[in-house]
Nanobody
């Protein structure tokens, strides 16, 4: 069974940094894509960054130049380095993994809270 466990969330001041990590119970290259999403109360869950198995990365416009997604194949981690954090970045961040075996299937972690104070 696929398990995704996020860590690294917390509370920081605006301008600070956090590094989120997603530990995956299966080899990360077994997934077509892995990424990070975030959700604030009353909002839909939105893409933050996604990295596919070929190394192609897409970022939300709001985080470009500030966030970096990366993978650690040895540890089966997908990380999100977040710099220059803004209050607007406050949300629950979720790790996502996608497999496509004829049909797309998404796996999700439980989420980790990120709070950025002004």
């Amino acid at each position: 069974q696929v398990q995704l466990v996020e860590s690294g969330g917390g509370s920081v001041q605006a301008g600070g940094s956090l590094r989120l990590s997603c530990a995956v119970s299966r080899g990360i290259f077994s997934f077509n894509e892995m990424g990070w999403y975030r959700q604030s109360p009353g909002k839909q869950r939105d893409l933050v960054a996604v990295l596919d198995k070929f190394g192609i990365i897409n970022y939300a416009d709001s985080v470009k130049g500030r966030f970096t997604i990366s993978r650690d194949t040895r540890k089966n981690h997908v990380d999100l380095q977040m710099n220059s954090l803004l209050p607007e970045d406050t949300a629950v961040y979720y790790c996502n993994a996608v497999e496509v075996l004829g049909t797309r299937k998404d796996y999700w972690g439980q989420g980790t809270q990120v709070t950025v104070s002004a």
